[in-house]
């Protein structure tokens, strides 16, 4: 995955850009070096974003970082050009472009985290 946010600029919430695995790992990853408060927050963040493309997770995920790793909905109002599927998104209406698999993707995450993970909290959300 590119570590810039605008290389996924315009593009929609697909699986092409970003996985169920890819944020498992990510959250695997942040409970090796953070430990699993901060990888809670982190799986919390995901469940909160209603549009999950690539571009929105990362920029989303930098801000979580900044926030020392402690996720609050409002962080969301920072970056209202992600609180719905983005509508104006430029490009062609089809294709990548305005894709959107973020409930794919977020049922995916969930199962992974349920299979693998004893004691994950995860709170119910109305995605």
């Known amino acids: 995955m590119n570590p810039f946010p605008g290389a996924y600029a315009h593009r929609g919430a697909t699986t092409a ?10 959250r695997d990853e942040i409970a090796s070096q953070l430990g699993c ?6 799986v ?8 999950l493309s690539a571009e929105a997770f990362l920029t989303i995920l930098y ?3 900044v926030s020392s790793w402690r ?6 109002l920072a970056h209202k050009e992600f609180s719905s ?5 430029r490009g062609v209406p089809d294709g990548l472009l305005m894709r959107d698999e973020t ?9 992974l985290l349920c299979s693998t993970e004893e004691g994950v909290k995860l709170e119910k959300y109305s995605w």
Do not use: G
Request: glycine share 0%; charged share 30%; net charge negative.
């Open 17 to 26: 850009d970003l996985t169920p695995k890819m944020l498992k790992d990510i």
């Open 37 to 42: 408060d901060a990888a809670n927050h982190y």
């Open 44 to 51: 919390q963040m995901v469940q909160d974003l209603p549009y």
């Open 63 to 65: 801000t979580l970082e």
């Open 71 to 76: 996720w609050d909905r409002s962080l969301l």
């Open 85 to 89: 599927k983005a509508a104006t998104a």
């Open 103 to 111: 409930q794919y993707i977020k049922s995916e995450f969930t199962k």
